[in-house]
């Protein structure tokens, strides 16, 4: 199985997998960012700012083990493993979505030990 599946989330317009060393692994849609810019997500905290597609999300807050943030009228949300981390972008009226999406996604990768 490609990497790409892990960020095929319904809700998502972009989605991206990375190790935590911020190579990029898979992706979906048009997501652009450097590996520099992959190892801020991983060190993501709420007040954090995060770069994406040349657009700077603040991380607000985090469900559970998913740290989200705003911009306009776009989410971003971020789950962070042992190995790598899921990140996607969606609409704002579609954050719980990409919230329990990301959650479900990562699952098999946690039990895996990633």
Do not use: H
Request: net charge positive; charged share 20%.
């Amino acid at each position: 199985m490609s990497w790409d599946a892990y960020c095929n989330l319904p809700s998502a317009t972009s989605a991206v997998i990375s190790g935590i060393d911020g190579t990029q692994w898979g992706k979906k849609g048009d997501w652009k960012t450097a590996k520099a810019d992959n190892l801020k997500m991983v060190n993501a905290k709420i007040g954090s700012m995060v770069t994406l597609n040349g657009n700077k999300f603040m991380i607000v807050n985090k469900s559970g083990e998913v740290f989200f943030g705003v911009k306009g009228d776009n989410a971003v949300v971020i789950r962070i493993l042992k190995k790598c981390f899921l990140a996607a972008v969606g609409p704002k009226a579609k954050q719980g979505g990409l919230i329990d999406e990301i959650l479900k996604f990562s699952a098999s990768l946690e039990k895996g030990g990633y």
